[in-house]
T-cell receptor, first 115, second 111 residues
Framework: KAGVTQTPRYLIKTRGQQVTLSCSPISGHRSVSWYQQTPGQGLQFLFEYFSETQRNKGNFPGRFSGRQFSNSRSEMNVSTLELGDSALYLC??????????????FGQGTRLTVV | SQKIEQNSEALNIQEGKTATLTCNYTNYSPAYLQWYRQDPGRGPVFLLLIRENEKEKRKERLKVTFDTTLKQSLFHITASQPADSATYLCALRPPARQLTFGSGTQLTVLP
């Protein structure tokens, strides 16, 4: 069974540009969550999708957006990039949503560097 | 709002000893609590889940306890090895909310 796949693995962008990251969840998983991880901040929640609907959203500016497609694949977009957006972006998939006993399976992450 | 604290940013122990990591939470009484391991530059990997009525759960050299009165979970690695060196994260999900992680404890097992 294939794991969670995130593309690309590494990305270098210039300030002001926009970027789109992709996540393919484990087959059969309908819930996808996105997290930002920086050295001093730990895992910061961005958003969670279930069956194409956004279920939860973290405290990030509107420059951060996401969506989920009918095949459960998800994308997140960051517009007008800032230096502070440099981070490891992690996607996690799980079977259900709002189920506290459901484990999350993470991808390898996309390392975004903004210069 | 839900707050999760892992009280040691870094923990160094000698190989063969037992490592004990702490996770405290406030403002919520979760039915389940999860523990993950994360290696540098990689996504977290699920290790164990414990239910509120389970008090203790074991998996090989790992043991997790869950004290709902103290609002605390302890994560133990017995007979620790250098390969156990990683960051360990606790996580819980309040009702209708996302899976929320603590900031993690970086464990280093010294040979």
């Amino acid at each position: 069974k294939a794991g969670v796949t995130q593309t690309p693995r590494y990305l270098i962008k210039t300030r002001g540009q926009q970027v789109t990251l992709s996540c393919s969840p484990i087959s059969g998983h309908r819930s996808v969550s996105w997290y930002q991880q920086t050295p001093g901040q730990g895992l910061q929640f961005l958003f969670e999708y279930f069956s194409e609907t956004q279920r939860n959203k973290g405290n990030f500016p509107g420059r951060f957006s996401g969506r989920q497609f009918s095949n459960s694949r998800s994308e997140m977009n960051v517009s007008t990039l800032e230096l502070g957006d440099s981070a490891l972006y992690l996607c996690a998939s799980s079977l259900g949503s709002f189920q506290s006993n459901t484990e999350a399976f993470f991808g390898q992450g996309t390392r975004l560097t903004v210069v | 709002s839900q707050k999760i604290e892992q009280n040691s940013e870094a923990l160094n122990i000698q190989e063969g000893k037992t490592a004990t990591l702490t996770c405290n939470y406030t403002n919520y009484s979760p039915a389940y609590l999860q523990w993950y391991r994360q290696d540098p530059g990689r996504g977290p990997v699920f290790l164990l889940l414990i239910r509120e009525n389970e008090k203790e759960k074991r998996k090989e050299r790992l043991k997790v306890t869950f004290d709902t009165t103290l609002k605390q979970s302890l994560f133990h690695i017995t007979a620790s090895q250098p390969a156990d060196s990683a960051t360990y994260l606790c996580a819980l999900r309040p009702p209708a909310r996302q899976l929320t992680f603590g900031s993690g404890t970086q464990l280093t097992v010294l040979p």
